[in-house]
T-cell receptor, first 112, second 112 residues
Framework: DTGVSQDPRHKITKRGQNVTFRCDPI?????LYWYRQTLGQGPEFLTYFQNEAQLEKSRLLSDRFSAERPKGSFSTLEIQRTEQGDSAMYLC??????????FGDGTRLSIL | GEDVEQSLFLSVREGDSSVINCTYTDSSSTYLYWYKQEPGAGLQLLTY?????DMKQDQRLTVLLNKKDKHLSLRIADTQTGDSAIYFC????????????FGSGTRLSIRP
């Protein structure tokens, strides 16, 4: 399968812990996006990479959140000192040029 | 501002046509999308339309775009039980990120 791959699919952690998610985009895609989706809502934009450069961050992305795409291929999203409100589905999408974004199956984060 | 609105629920009988409606506010949108999300899964791109088109047909799917009224619709012909899902309308916002703004989703349920 050459789609967008996200790992893990589910993460359960205690409040205050740090978590890291990984996204492997479709191989020829140079643009990579992170979105957050809460129950009953559509995905909301968090941040965007073109190759290895992080070009835009939403105001939803507090200073506890950091994302990287060190070699312009896979990306990681880290949340430090997790809070209850961080419980959500974190979706990664990738694309090239003007093509539509293709989404992974997401990482569902549950904070105990 | 950027906003996408859609009704929350739609119930149709198996074999009938489903029509899901959406309105958006950003007149500079270049592409408009329909994504499908099944329980526990990511978003699957169903179809998309460029803003200079009025209609696009793809097998059982027909997209209609009224750019003057900023209204987008998705018609699913001969609706089947496998069409049960949440359908998201989305617009591509022209910015450095070209991020996608999603509606809250329409939950389509199929009656036997």
């Amino acid at each position: 399968d050459t789609g967008v791959s996200q790992d893990p699919r589910h993460k359960i952690t205690k409040r205050g812990q740090n978590v890291t998610f990984r996204c492997d985009p479709i191989s020829e895609h140079n643009r990579l996006y992170w979105y957050r989706q809460t129950l009953g809502q559509g995905p909301e934009f968090l941040t965007y990479f073109q190759n290895e450069a992080q070009l835009e961050k939403s105001r939803l992305l507090s200073d506890r959140f950091s994302a990287e795409r060190p070699k312009g291929s896979f990306s990681t999203l880290e949340i430090q000192r997790t809070e209850q409100g961080d419980s959500a589905m974190y979706l990664c999408a990738s694309t090239r040029g003007d093509q539509p974004q293709h989404f992974g199956d997401g990482t569902r984060l549950s904070i105990l | 501002g950027e906003d996408v609105e859609q009704s929350l629920f739609l119930s149709v009988r198996e074999g009938d046509s489903s029509v899901i409606n959406c309105t958006y506010t950003d007149s500079s949108s270049t592409y408009l999308y329909w994504y499908k999300q099944e329980p526990g899964a990511g978003l699957q791109l169903l179809t998309y339309i460029f803003s200079n088109m009025d209609m696009k047909q793809d097998q059982r799917l027909t997209v209609l775009l009224n750019k003057k009224d900023k209204h987008l619709s998705l018609r699913i012909a001969d609706t089947q039980t496998g069409d049960s899902a949440i359908y998201f309308c989305a617009e591509k916002v022209e910015s450095s990120a070209s991020k996608i703004i999603f509606g809250s989703g329409t939950r389509l349920s199929i009656r036997p």
